[in-house]
Each structure stands twice: as C-alpha cells, then as structure tokens.
C-alpha cells in the first residue's frame, strides 16, 4: 500500500495545490490572447485573499467571502486595463505597479488579522458512489471542495469559447492584429477590457480560494510568488486552456514532491525545482524567435492605437 498512499496524497494535494494556479492561469490566458500582459496577478491574488478572508470571518461565510474577492480582483484589473489600454501606458510598469500595489495595501490593512484562523471554511465534499472507487475514489472524489471541481468545469468552457466561437476568434484577432480586427467591426478597447477583467476576476478568486479553503487564515503575503508562477504557466500552455491545467497540476505535483523525496534528495535541490522549472520557461520564451514558434499572441503588450486618434 505504499506506493498507493503516495499516488492518492500527490493528486490529492495536486488538485488543491494545483486550483488556484489553474484559475489565474484561466484569466492571464484570455488577457494575454487578447494583447494584454497582466503582472498584476500575485497583487490581485492578495487582495483577493485578504478581502475574502475578512469577509469570510465577518459574514461567517467563505461563499460570501469567495465572491467578494472576485470581485476585488476584477476592480483591481480594470486599473491596470485602464492604465495600459486607455492610457497606453507600459503594459509591464503598470502591472508590477499593480503587484506592489495590492501586496503593499494588503500588508496594511492586514497586519490585525493575522494568525486568526477562519472558523467557517468552504466545505469539503464526498461524492457518493463515485468515493468507493479504489484508490481513484479517495485521490478525486472524496475531501475536495466545490471549487476545485468548478476550476477543472472551466478548462473545456473557456477553451470552447476562445476556439469555437465568434467571441473568442474576436480575442484572438485583437491579441494578433487589432488594427485589422477594428477594420472588421470589432471593438479592440472593449475585448481587451473584458479579457482582462475576466482575468482579473479568476486571480480574485483564486486568491480567495487560498484563504477560505486551501490554508483558512491570513498571512501577509501568503500567495507566496503564485502571481509569478502563473505568469511562466501562461507561456508553458501555449496561451491554451487545456494546456494550462496540465501546467499548473504538473507544477503542483512538482512542489508536493519536494517534500515527499526529502529523505533521498537534497532539500534545497527540491524545493527549488519548481521554481526552476518557471525560471527556464521564462528564459526559453524570452527569445523571440521561439516565442513566435510557440504561438505567442503577435500584439502582445503592444498598445493600440486607431489611426485617427
């Protein structure tokens, strides 16, 4: 049974190590397609994680809580939306500002809560029937919570609507040549400005996640460099949903296995695989060539603008 053990706690903490990547990942990939580069997510995660714990611990409700930083997310994407495709400014300086931003507020108004633990977090379910299975029963079915299962629901929703439908072959067209997009009738400010809202919202959450279900307490920056992670998981996906949950489950299992190979392998050598891991597909895309190889959106943090403006 030992190897059994294994393979159940690895998923297990893969799904919900794994949900709130996946979930960031989700919204950078849609503001990414639609041009837009986002360094915003680890501020918007914090901010996302604070407010829904606060909320969670006032209303005695992580629902309530989950959907309050949702929308904390959203509202903090839509400065940067503003900043960069209003303003045109640098897509880049905008978002560490915004990264600074929120870890720097959430630092503040945080520094009373911290330590108190949550005393209602989102529940974690058992599916009947489907929990017997042996051994896939208790590794996906059974000690999960709600959220888990809705982020995995979004992968083939959010991947039908960016391939399969006129809207996201709108988001596509903005992110690889707005200028013949507008020519057509499409809105380049308004895709651009729902993409990154969209994107803003699933930090939100998944920030939220992380202090009413994955860890039930504040801590002062406790998203603990995701923000960035997601960043490197965007580009290892190709800018594709699909890809995207492979990405961030892989990463998740990468991190639980550090800890589980301790006894054969150096610590230090574990736990920095991960991160690894994000640093080399960072440096891979850095070059150009290979990033227009891997599909890299053409208008990517490039601001648009209509010729008679």
């Known amino acids: 049974m030992g190897w059994q ?36 997510i680890e501020g918007m995660m914090i901010m996302g994680a ?14 309530v809580g989950l ?18 495709i209003t303003l045109r400014a ?14 720097g ?8 809560w911290g330590g108190k633990p949550l005393p209602h977090s989102l529940p974690q379910i058992t599916v009947p029937v489907l929990a017997d299975i042996p051994i896939l029963g208790p590794m996906l079915f059974e000690g999960h ?8 629901l979004l992968v083939p929703i959010m991947w039908f609507i960016l391939f399969k439908t006129r809207i996201g072959i709108s ?16 809105n380049v400010k308004r895709v651009r400005y729902l993409c990154v809202a969209v994107g803003g919202l699933l930090a939100g959450t998944a920030g939220g996640y ?23 998981l965007t580009i290892f996906a190709f800018w594709n949903p699909v890809m995207g949950l492979v990405g961030a489950y892989l990463f998740a299992a990468l991190y639980h296995l550090s800890f589980r190979l301790q006894p054969w392998v150096s610590l230090e050598i574990l736990q920095a695989l991960p991160y690894v891991f994000a640093i080399l597909v960072l440096v891979f895309i850095s070059l150009g060539s290979l990033r227009k190889r891997m599909g890299s959106p053409a208008a990517l943090t490039i601001p648009y603008t209509r010729e008679e403006e």
């Open 5 to 40: 053990s294994w393979v159940v706690s690895t998923v297990s903490f893969m799904l919900s190590y794994g949900t709130p990547l996946l979930l960031a990942t989700l919204g950078e990939i849609y503001a990414e397609r639609s041009g837009v580069l986002n360094l915003g």
């Open 105 to 112: 507020l959430s630092g503040v108004l945080g520094r009373s």
């Open 50 to 63: 604070y407010t829904a714990f606060v909320t969670a611990y006032l209303t005695k409700s992580p629902w």
């Open 210 to 232: 992380l202090s009413v279900a994955y860890r039930p307490a504040w801590t002062e920056g406790m998203t603990g460099g995701m923000g960035w992670i997601v960043i490197a």
């Open 145 to 152: 919570v709600a959220v888990e299962y809705a982020a995995i």
């Open 67 to 84: 959907a309050v930083a949702a929308g904390v997310g959203c509202a903090f994407s839509l400065i940067h939306a503003f900043a960069s």
């Open 90 to 103: 640098n897509q880049v300086v905008s978002g560490l500002a915004l990264t600074f931003l929120g870890l």
């Open 171 to 186: 988001i596509r067209a903005v992110g690889e040549d707005p200028a013949t997009a507008d020519s057509l009738g499409v």
